[in-house]
């Protein structure tokens, strides 16, 4: 069974950085999809970015592409989320999640991610 824990969420001031961290168990890591994604207050679950574990993929939202790094330790088992010039818009649970290994093709829709974190609040202040 996958279980994965997310840490590092917390409040910072727009401009801030923050860098979230995922422990991943239980899992394989042969044609595995990871990633990460958020619910804000009153709006809809959505893709913030993914990896294969390979290394060989990586995909972000459009509009987060170059604010945010999408990585990975293999020796730590530990996906992490590097989160810069944060906005107030990015204020959201954000949630680690991991596709079936039946699947190694990374996905936009959160639907397609079965197991999931508990998540960890980002809150950005203006």
């Known amino acids: 069974q996958v279980q994965l824990v997310e840490s590092g969420g917390g409040l910072v001031q727009a401009g801030g950085s923050l860098r979230l961290s995922c422990a991943a168990s239980?899992?394989?890591?042969?044609?595995?999809?990871m990633g990460w994604l958020r619910q804000a207050p009153g709006k809809e679950r959505e893709f913030v970015a993914a990896?294969?574990?390979?290394?060989?993929?990586?995909n972000y939202a459009g509009s987060l592409e170059g604010r945010f790094t999408i990585s990975r330790d293999s020796a730590k088992n530990t996906m992490y989320l590097q989160m810069n010039s944060l906005k107030p818009e990015d204020t959201a649970v954000y949630f680690c999640?991991?596709?079936?290994?039946?699947?190694?093709?990374?996905?936009?829709?959160?639907?397609?991610?079965?197991?999931w974190g508990q998540g960890t609040q980002v809150t950005v202040s203006s």
């Open positions: 990896l294969r574990w390979s290394g060989d993929s990586t």
């Open positions: 239980g899992r394989t890591f042969s044609n595995n999809v």
């Open positions: 999640a991991a596709r079936s290994n039946v699947w190694n093709s990374i996905s936009y829709s959160p639907s397609d991610y079965v197991y």
